[in-house]
T-cell receptor, first 117, second 111 residues
Framework: NAGVMQNPRHLVRRRGQEARLRCSPM?????VYWYRQLPEEGLKFMVY????????ESGMPKERFSAEFPKEGPSILRIQQVVRGDSAAYFC???????????????FGAGSRLTVL | QKEVEQDPGPLSVPEGAIVSLNCTYS??????FMWYRQYSRKGPELLMY????GNKEDGRFTAQVDKSSKYISLFIRDSQPSDSATYLC???????????FGAGTRLFVKA
């Protein structure tokens, strides 16, 4: 039973290029979350998606960043016109349930490490 | 003020020591308290979670929550070199989807 799959694991881009990070949730999970991790800063929530819906994007920068989770295929985090400050590890997590009560247990992928030159 | 504060360490202990990792938080609405372990170049994995105040034990790991002090702890007994990792505390409100993480504490257990 494959876990959360992220690719690419490593991505190098020059300033001004676009970065696309992909995430396939665990089988049976329909909720996807993207987090960004900078050294010494822990994981910062970016966006929460369900199939074809963005539920909360309060952690996403207003410009250049977008996310989608189409009916078919992986979730994609897209960063346009990358800058050096976008260099970070981007983690995708998934969960199986609609949150009505209880802990929202997240299963994380191995992350995509973006380096902007 | 950050919602969740966690000392980033690093914390270095000899094998067999008891390790204490801690976090404080400011949001009194948090009800679920989690500990994740993250090995270098890997994604975080859930160790355990507790609901509201109290203790929970799982093998060598014990999680404690003191909501009155807004303080949570993770204890590791008989620490092993394989426990060397970054430990992240995390919290969420009941029914909430947004999990807030601490900065993580790097732990080194020396053989």
């Amino acid at each position: 039973n494959a876990g959360v799959m992220q690719n690419p694991r490593h991505l190098v881009r020059r300033r001004g290029q676009e970065a696309r990070l992909r995430c396939s949730p665990m089988k049976g999970h329909s909720h996807v979350y993207w987090y960004r991790q900078l050294p010494e800063e822990g994981l910062k929530f970016m966006v929460y998606l369900q199939k074809e819906n963005i539920i909360d994007e309060s952690g996403m920068p207003k410009e250049r960043f977008s996310a989608e989770f189409p009916k078919e295929g992986p979730s994609i985090l897209r960063i346009q016109q990358v800058v050096r400050g976008d260099s970070a590890a981007y983690f995708c997590a998934s969960s199986p349930r609609q949150i009505s009560s209880g802990a929202n247990v997240l299963t994380f992928g191995a992350g995509s490490r973006l380096t902007v030159l | 003020q950050k919602e969740v504060e966690q000392d980033p360490g690093p914390l270095s202990v000899p094998e067999g020591a008891i390790v204490s990792l801690n976090c404080t938080y400011s949001n009194s609405a948090f009800q679920y308290f989690m500990w994740y372990r993250q090995y270098s170049r890997k994604g975080p994995e859930l160790l355990m979670y507790t609901y509201s105040s109290g203790n929970k034990e799982d093998g060598r790991f014990t999680a404690q929550v003191d909501k009155s002090s807004k303080y949570i702890s993770l204890f590791i007994r008989d620490s092993q070199p394989s426990d060397s990792a970054t430990y992240l505390c995390a919290m969420s409100e009941a029914g909430g989807f947004k999990t807030i993480f601490g900065a993580g504490t790097r732990l080194f257990v020396k053989a």
